[in-house]
């Protein structure tokens, strides 16, 4: 049958046609009131419901948050005068973006005596004013003392961060501030002074250029000295400015503890000076001299020769910036021989008055021995073998010690192992076991050579001999005081019992045979008993190989009746004739200003004068 295609049929057709176009409209019309309803349903939420979100989110972007630095403890001498401190500077810096807002900001005219803004007594508001950008530029040039066109430079332009000045003090950044000038902030930053410059430089110590601790007291007590930084969150406008409605929340800053030391500052100075003098005078590689307090191990003074200024450390040498007192091992010489002595008196098998006949020349298990002045055969005293520092002696009596006694005993005495004094770089100095010493070793040791110590360590040799054979550690801080107010004072270290008290008195009196019994007067100080030992032994060349030079030494204490302190100077490669150099002139100076400023009691007992010869 054929199809039906005449006008009924395309008529049927345009009907099914619109019926269907009129069902899309009608699901497109409900389509796009479901998603109108929820968009109006999604800001019913925002706007009804969820407000704080948006002003959560609001406020975040308005939200700065500065950091309060804290303030780096100082460290201060025994008598409080400041050797470090930190002082708080400021960075000015422009948003050049905000500046450029200036002219178009309303600006609050200040009283000039006061920095505070003004009222208009006729409309009880506060005056207000309009500045042009160069206005605003001299405003900052006259507040900073810079030029005009060096400060328009540094805030015109499209940078969001530039420095327009750098170390500002806190009064000027308080000016700048009071300006209210949109864009321009402030960066607080703390800087080290070290008001005494060079006194006690390598025992301070010094920061790098980006707050670093590198050396000394800064560097041991860094987490001591170190504060918490705060914070400080505000609301700022897009200009930059603290909206003044809204709420300032301060997390304040701990500042660092303060350290105090035991270095007296003008004692520290007076034996810089005489360390410096020595050098000077001998021509030598460095100097060495300390000042030691008996009953307590505190250091008074640590002094070495070239000592750099915190304040400007790369003008000086860099092997400068450490202590050599503490960092520089050296054969100590016939210092030593007071610990062979006292060794040898502790054990029982001498007395200061033991008798000894001394050949010009000594030769022991093929090893030959001599000394430094030319001499006969001498029937001589153990205290007069100390007092004239013969090495023929030393050995002949020495020997009495068993290999295992000498080495015991020297490490009694602290050699061969660090102190513990809190300065960084100390050496422990070298003493090999006494089962790898060779044939010479065996006996050089007992005179001081063949083994190295630290300045720092003979001194403490000789605290424990003037402190009845108790010796202490080294003490170099005194106290810390907290953030707080309050203080912590450290206790001593206890002590270690090298010798008995009877056995420290007997070689205090050989010690003072050294002044008593020859003619090295000058170490004897008017109306105070001393006491000491001199020093002599071959430097080792810095390549290992043999040796280019010699160590010379003084180590004494006083008064002899009740011993207070302890000094000790030590001379590296001095130059010219060895045996024609001495530190006891060096010594009587340091010493004589130590006992005075201290107010110690002239001595009330006679010398003691033990014999060097029996008959």
Same mark, same amino acid.
């Given at each position: 049958?054929?199809?039906?295609?005449?006008?009924?049929?395309?008529?049927?057709?345009?009907?099914?046609?619109?019926?269907?176009?009129?069902?899309?409209?009608?699901?497109?019309?409900?389509?796009?009131?479901?998603?109108?309803?929820?968009?109006?349903?999604?800001?019913?939420?925002?706007?009804?419901?969820?407000?704080?979100?948006?002003?959560?989110?609001?406020?975040?972007?308005?939200?700065?948050?500065?950091?309060?630095?804290?303030?780096?403890?100082?460290?201060?001498?025994?008598?409080?005068?400041?050797?470090?401190?930190?002082?708080?500077?400021?960075?000015?810096?422009?948003?050049?973006?905000?500046?450029?807002?200036?002219?178009?900001?309303?600006?609050?005219?200040?009283?000039?005596?006061?920095?505070?803004?003004?009222?208009?007594?006729?409309?009880?508001?506060?005056?207000?004013?309009?500045?042009?950008?160069?206005?605003?530029?001299?405003?900052?040039?006259?507040?900073?003392?810079?030029?005009?066109?060096?400060?328009?430079?540094?805030?015109?332009?499209?940078?969001?961060?530039?420095?327009?000045?750098?170390?500002?003090?806190?009064?000027?950044?308080?000016?700048?501030?009071?300006?209210?000038?949109?864009?321009?902030?402030?960066?607080?930053?703390?800087?080290?002074?070290?008001?005494?410059?060079?006194?006690?430089?390598?025992?301070?110590?010094? #920061?790098?250029? *980006? /707050?670093? &601790?590198?050396?000394?007291? !800064?560097?041991?007590?860094?987490?001591? +000295? %170190?504060?918490?930084?705060?914070?400080?969150?505000?609301?700022?406008?897009?200009?930059?400015?603290?909206?003044?409605?809204?709420?300032?929340?301060?997390?304040?800053?701990?500042?660092?503890?303060?350290?105090?030391?035991?270095?007296?500052?003008?004692?520290?100075?007076?034996?810089?000076?005489?360390?410096?003098?020595?050098?000077?005078?001998?021509?030598?590689?460095?100097?060495?001299?300390?000042?030691?307090?008996?009953?307590?191990?505190?250091?008074?003074?640590?002094?070495?020769?070239?000592?750099?200024?915190?304040?400007?450390?790369?003008?000086?040498?860099?092997?400068?910036?450490?202590?050599?007192?503490?960092?520089?091992?050296?054969?100590?010489?016939?210092?030593?021989?007071?610990?062979?002595?006292?060794? #040898?008196?502790? *054990? /029982?098998? &001498?007395?200061?008055?033991? !008798?000894?006949?001394?050949?010009?020349? +000594? %030769?022991?298990?093929?090893?030959?021995?001599?000394?430094?002045?030319?001499?006969?055969?001498?029937?001589?005293?153990?205290?007069?073998?100390?007092?004239?520092?013969?090495?023929?002696?030393?050995?002949?009596?020495?020997?009495?010690?068993?290999?295992?006694?000498?080495?015991?005993?020297?490490?009694?005495?602290?050699?061969?192992?660090?102190?513990?004094?809190?300065?960084?770089?100390?050496?422990?100095?070298?003493?090999?076991?006494?089962?790898?010493?060779?044939?010479?070793?065996?006996?050089?040791?007992?005179?001081?050579?063949?083994?190295?110590?630290?300045?720092?360590?003979?001194?403490?040799?000789?605290?424990?001999?003037?402190?009845?054979?108790?010796?202490?550690?080294?003490?170099?801080?005194?106290?810390?005081?907290?953030?707080? /107010?309050?203080?912590?004072?450290?206790?001593?270290?206890?002590?270690?019992?090298?010798?008995?008290?009877?056995?420290?008195?007997?070689?205090?009196?050989?010690?003072?045979?050294?002044?008593?019994?020859?003619?090295?007067?000058?170490?004897?100080?008017?109306?105070?008993?001393?006491?000491?030992?001199?020093?002599?032994?071959?430097?080792?060349?810095?390549?290992?190989?043999?040796?280019?030079?010699?160590?010379?030494?003084?180590?004494?204490?006083?008064?002899?009746?009740?011993?207070?302190?302890?000094?000790?100077?030590?001379?590296?490669?001095?130059?010219?004739?060895?045996?024609?150099?001495?530190?006891?002139?060096?010594?009587?100076?340091?010493?004589?200003?130590?006992?005075?400023?201290?107010?110690?009691?002239?001595?009330?007992?006679?010398?003691?004068?033990?014999?060097?010869?029996?008959?």
């Amino acid at each position: 049958m054929a199809q039906n295609s005449g006008p009924d049929a395309r008529s049927a057709t345009a009907q099914e046609l619109n019926k269907l176009g009129r069902v899309r409209v009608r699901w497109g019309f409900i389509a796009m009131m479901a998603i109108l309803l929820v968009i109006a349903g999604r800001l019913v939420m925002v706007q009804g419901f969820d407000t704080s979100k948006m002003a959560e989110a609001a406020e975040n972007q308005r939200t700065v948050e500065q950091t309060l630095p804290a303030v780096r403890g100082k460290i201060i001498d025994s008598k409080g005068k400041v050797l470090a401190e930190s002082i708080i500077r400021y960075n000015i810096t422009v948003s050049q973006v905000n500046f450029n807002e200036f002219p178009d900001y309303d600006h609050l005219v200040l009283d000039p005596k006061t920095g505070e803004a003004i009222v208009d007594p006729a409309t009880g508001k506060w005056k207000i004013v309009n500045y042009t950008t160069d206005e605003g530029i001299e405003q900052l040039a006259e507040v900073l003392g810079l030029p005009f066109e060096e400060i328009k430079k540094a805030v015109t332009g499209d940078r969001v961060h530039n420095y327009v000045a750098m170390d500002v003090s806190p009064l000027i950044e308080k000016k700048i501030g009071d300006l209210r000038i949109p864009g321009i902030y402030s960066e607080a930053v703390t800087k080290r002074v070290y008001p005494m410059g060079a006194v006690g430089g390598p025992i301070v110590g010094f #920061l790098d250029g *980006e /707050g670093k &601790a590198l050396a000394g007291i !800064e560097q041991t007590m860094n987490d001591k +000295l %170190t504060g918490t930084d705060g914070t400080r969150t505000y609301q700022a406008g897009k200009n930059g400015i603290i909206i003044p409605t809204a709420p300032v929340r301060t997390v304040p800053a701990v500042d660092g503890e303060s350290v105090k030391l035991t270095i007296d500052q003008d004692i520290q100075f007076y034996a810089q000076q005489a360390a410096q003098q020595q050098k000077e005078q001998y021509n030598a590689q460095w100097v060495s001299i300390t000042v030691t307090e008996v009953k307590t191990g505190k250091m008074i003074a640590i002094a070495d020769s070239d000592s750099y200024d915190p304040n400007n450390v790369g003008a000086s040498d860099p092997s400068n910036i450490g202590s050599r007192t503490v960092s520089s091992a050296v054969e100590p010489g016939s210092t030593s021989k007071i610990m062979t002595a006292s060794a #040898l008196v502790e *054990e /029982g098998l &001498a007395t200061p008055m033991s !008798e000894f006949l001394v050949p010009p020349t +000594l %030769t022991i298990d093929g090893q030959n021995f001599s000394d430094s002045f030319t001499h006969g055969t001498e029937k001589r005293t153990l205290s007069g073998i100390i007092t004239d520092s013969m090495n023929t002696g030393t050995v002949m009596a020495g020997s009495r010690l068993s290999l295992q006694q000498r080495y015991d005993y020297m490490r009694k005495f602290g050699v061969g192992e660090k102190t513990g004094i809190p300065l960084p770089g100390e050496s422990p100095g070298i003493l090999a076991d006494w089962k790898n010493w060779d044939g010479r070793q065996q006996y050089t040791v007992l005179f001081g050579q063949g083994v190295a110590q630290t300045p720092l360590q003979t001194t403490m040799v000789f605290q424990t001999i003037a402190n009845n054979g108790v010796r202490l550690k080294p003490a170099i801080i005194d106290s810390f005081t907290h953030a707080d /107010g309050t203080v912590e004072t450290l206790p001593q270290a206890p002590g270690v019992k090298v010798i008995s008290p009877k056995t420290a008195q007997d070689a205090r009196d050989m010690l003072e045979g050294v002044v008593t019994m020859t003619d090295y007067k000058v170490v004897g100080i008017p109306g105070y008993r001393t006491g000491g030992k001199t020093g002599t032994a071959e430097a080792p060349a810095d390549n290992g190989v043999g040796f280019d030079g010699y160590t010379t030494s003084f180590y004494g204490m006083a008064p002899m009746d009740d011993p207070r302190y302890v000094v000790g100077i030590t001379v590296q490669r001095p130059q010219g004739n060895v045996y024609g150099i001495t530190q006891g002139y060096t010594f009587n100076q340091v010493m004589g200003q130590v006992l005075r400023s201290n107010d110690v009691p002239p001595s009330t007992t006679p010398p003691v004068k033990l014999p060097k010869f029996y008959k």
